[in-house]
């Protein structure tokens, strides 16, 4: 091993490759990790923490329409985009400063620069070459922006967190998790808000009865929702734009922002000219062990374009290098991942959605309930929330649990638990729930409507 200048070589520094580096530093391994952006990747700078941070934000219009009815007089209040992304950005220069701390305290090299592969044991960061027995891709994933005419005027998901001003209108094209989270964070803001989407329904692979509980949610709270279109062009007119749609008419707008998917970040790095193998959408093909075709060099996270969340990343890094450098083989569970959605109201899922749960079983309980939580009995609020659940009958086993309403990702990780666990709908109405709450709807279903 002492041939290379390294032993593992990692190229970015998001979720993945820095735990990966980190935990393989803190078994003797030496690493060295480049990364030309940003410590942290896409969660920790334009993903899931400043998105957060957004929606914390957006949620204090309602808070301070609802204190009246609680006995709160509240004066006027005004929003200022400007401190709150200052404020933002010092959250996140903290955290760069913790990941490079980390990687220090570990033991791992920071390089700084976009690194090139090649030769499957070399790197090259800014014409330096080092050497490593293994080089391991951990580049993430970049917004998709369609080829259209007016192409130049989009921003993605990566620029709003950037925005020097907020617009007072927008239009938003997608209808994944990505474009409601947005959707969501600026009308509460104050912008006027069109979600743009060439489907039919929201948040293609979720629950339908979900999806359609919460266009229907955002409908009331004032987005205006356009199904089955799609923007043929965007055109800039003086101090705005106009988007050209399908069916011939124009929208004008301050900003058009697409949220339409990612692709994996795999191009170059010097993979093809490798003959790493990558499929029809950019993803570096990987087999159980993260190891490519070419055996030297492994990749995990968003650019295998497997299952592209934060903690699915670190939770390949962790099992990656218990395979290589601690001989102690637990390979990831992609089964029953639970997932959220930080809409208004926001979304938790974990399990088969009913669609998933009648094509694998062929007998199917489910309970469902909708109702106005607690608080809106004083706020004068008409925001509701929907709970799902989904039993095998014949096993009595819960294979699904869906939920739209006010701290749905926080209920859904404990019920996680569970469902992992393979509890039973007869363990659920056993439980005794806690009182007056939310979730102690999930133990109190007692009538299967289908």
């Known amino acids: 091993m002492t041939q290379y200048d390294y032993d593992l070589f990692v190229i970015g520094a998001g979720s993945g490759g820095v735990r990966a580096a980190n935990i393989s530093s803190g078994h003797g391994v030496r690493v060295a990790i480049a990364e030309q952006r940003y410590l942290g990747g896409t969660c920790v700078n334009v993903g899931c923490v400043p998105k957060k941070l957004l929606v914390y934000a957006s949620q204090f219009q309602d808070q301070f329409d609802a204190a009246a009815g609680f006995g709160w007089t509240v004066g006027k209040s005004t929003f200022n985009w400007t401190s709150l992304i200052s404020n933002k950005n010092q959250e996140i220069e903290r955290l760069h400063a913790v990941y490079s701390n980390r990687l220090q305290k570990s033991g791992t090299s920071i390089i700084t620069g976009r ?7 070399t790197v090259s960061v800014h014409g330096r070459k080092y050497s490593a027995e293994r080089i391991l891709i951990a580049t993430g994933g970049w917004p ?10 989009i921003v993605t998901s990566n620029d709003m967190f950037f925005l020097k001003q907020l617009p007072k209108h927008i239009i938003i094209v997608g209808g994944g998790y990505i474009a409601v989270e947005f959707a969501s964070i600026l009308h509460g803001l104050g912008v006027n808000t069109i979600l743009c989407h060439r489907g039919h329904k929201l948040l293609s ?4 009865d979900i999806s359609d509980f919460l266009a229907q949610e955002m409908s009331r709270k004032g987005i205006k929702l356009l199904f089955n279109t799609d923007i043929e062009a965007i055109e800039s007119a003086g101090d705005c734009f106009a988007a050209r749609l399908i069916d011939g008419s124009k929208v004008s707008t301050d900003l058009v922002m697409y949220a339409t998917g990612r692709t994996p970040n795999s191009t170059g790095f010097g993979l093809e000219t490798l003959g790493v ?10 087999n159980s062990d993260y190891q490519t075709n070419v055996p030297s060099i492994y990749a995990l996270g968003d650019v295998t374009n497997r299952v592209n969340l934060t903690p699915v990343a670190i939770a390949e890094g962790i099992a990656w290098v218990n395979k290589l450098y601690v001989n102690k083989a637990k390979p990831v569970d992609y089964d029953t991942i639970p997932t959220a959605v930080f809409s208004q109201p926001p979304i938790g899922m974990v399990g088969l959605t009913e669609a998933q749960a009648r094509e694998k079983y062929p007998d199917i309980d489910i309970y469902k309930t909708s109702f106005t939580p607690m608080k809106n009995a004083l706020s004068e609020s008409d925001e509701k929330t929907l709970m799902k659940m989904i039993v095998v009958r014949s096993t009595d086993r819960v294979v699904g649990m869906h939920m739209a309403g006010s701290d749905a990702p926080e209920i859904i990780q404990g019920m996680a638990v569970a469902i992992r666990a393979g509890a039973t709908k007869a363990v659920f109405d056993s439980t005794i729930g806690i009182h007056p709450t939310a979730a102690e709807e999930f133990v109190t279903l007692r009538e299967a409507v289908t």
């Open 144 to 153: 998709l922006v369609p080829d259209i005419p007016g192409k130049q005027h």
């Open 115 to 121: 690194a090139q592969v090649l030769d499957v044991h």
């Open 277 to 286: 193998e990558l499929d029809s959408e950019g993803a570096i093909k990987v």
């Open 205 to 208: 692979g979720f629950d339908e």
